[in-house]
């Protein structure tokens, strides 16, 4: 079992609607969690990341995170044609990182 | 956060050469790591730089094949050996600070073909 799993889409979405991304994992103990945004051909950009219980907020973006559930999201706000991207979610056990296996976004204009 | 630098950001190698990567961070960090992303995969984790002392590699790599040095907290190289075809990727450095919810950055990446 992976340590964290994300759909792998492609997920599309019209602009200016409301992308939902999910994530789970399955390691109680994980700290942290992180979204990163990455552009084909580039390195993985961090957006957010969130480490208690609830939602954070920052511009269009929101991450959620039950660790209940063991569930983490992000949702954009306003999606724009240029988060068309992979989004890979992540979670901080110690000092070590698991990445999910991304979930592809088209925000088609 | 760190700015880190990699170089070289691309490279074609030949089959049986090997390459070095370097990593160059701004400022002194305690984590680092060594991650390849294969063409259209996720992130895998190569290895754990430790300053003086032996990379922790992960399961399925081996240091005979990633060298891997970090002789300060600012610095770190990969080399990789003997290449293959199935060794083209990117390869990225990342750096995070100790504790729980510190966040881990990443270099721009070398994508290395191998012909």
């Known amino acids: 079992q992976k340590e964290v799993e994300q759909n792998s889409g492609p997920l599309s979405v019209p602009e200016g609607a409301i992308a939902s991304l999910n994530c789970t994992y399955s390691?109680?103990?994980?700290?942290?969690f992180f979204w990163y945004r990455q552009y084909s051909g580039k390195s993985p950009e961090l957006i957010m990341f969130i480490y208690s219980n609830g939602d954070k907020e920052d511009g269009r973006f929101t991450a959620q995170l039950n660790k209940a559930s063991q569930y983490v999201s992000l949702l954009i706000r306003d999606s724009q044609p240029s988060d068309s991207a992979t989004y890979l979610c992540?979670?901080?056990?110690?000092?070590?990182?698991?990445f999910g296996s991304g979930t592809k976004l088209n925000v088609k204009p | 956060s760190a700015v880190i630098s990699q170089k070289p950001s691309r490279d074609i190698c030949q089959r049986g050469t090997s390459l070095t990567i370097q990593c160059q961070v701004d400022s002194q960090v305690t984590m680092m790591f060594w991650y390849r992303q294969q063409p259209g995969q996720s992130l895998t984790l190569i290895a754990t730089?430790?300053?003086?002392?032996?990379?922790?590699?992960e399961s399925g790599f081996v240091i005979d094949k990633f060298p891997i040095s970090r002789p300060n907290l600012t610095f770190s190289t990969l080399t990789v050996s003997n290449m293959s075809p199935e060794d083209s990727s990117i390869y990225l450095c990342s750096v995070a600070q100790p504790g729980g919810t510190g966040e881990l950055f990443f270099g721009e990446g070398s994508r290395l073909t191998v012909l």
């Open positions: 390691d109680r103990g994980s700290q942290s």
């Open positions: 730089a430790n300053q003086g002392s032996e990379a922790t590699y």
């Open positions: 992540a979670s901080r056990l110690v000092n070590k990182f698991y």
